[in-house]
Nanobody, 124 residues
Framework: QVQLVESGGGLVQAGGSLRISCAASGRTFGSYIMGWFRQAPEKEREFVASMGSGSTYYADSVKGRFTISRDNAKNTAYLQMNTLKPEDTAVYYC???????????????????WGQGTQVTVSS
């Protein structure tokens, strides 16, 4: 099992940047597929980005602005968010799984472990 804790959310102006982190427990962090999702009020939780062993995938809405990365030595995944827009406002969740899935892991149902979320608010 793995426990995930997000941090780094906050309030930022449109056009600004923010990096959020996801710290994981356990000794096999490198074997997990990591994903970032977000959920705005009264909306479904949606895929943002995922990362396996070297491959990264992004939702079209964030491609070119967001970057997912990981530091396996620190058991931490990151989401660097640049050129933020008000529509990026949401609670951001990190998630993990070890399923042998080839491809982007875009579905929330593919993930077995979730963090508690961190709020990101972008003001206009």
């Amino acid at each position: 099992q793995v426990q995930l804790v997000e941090s780094g959310g906050g309030l930022v102006q449109a056009g600004g940047s923010l990096r959020i982190s996801c710290a994981a427990s356990g000794r096999t962090f490198g074997s997990y597929i990591m994903g970032w999702f977000r959920q705005a009020p009264e909306k479904e939780r949606e895929f943002v980005a995922s990362m396996g062993s070297g491959s990264t995938y992004y939702a079209d809405s964030v491609k070119g602005r967001f970057t997912i990365s990981r530091d396996n030595a620190k058991n931490t995944a990151y989401l660097q968010m640049n050129t933020l827009k008000p529509e990026d406002t949401a609670v951001y969740y990190c998630a993990a799984h070890q399923r042998p899935i080839i491809g982007p892991s875009r579905s929330r149902y593919q993930y077995d472990y979730w963090g508690q979320g961190t709020q990101v608010t972008v003001s206009s």
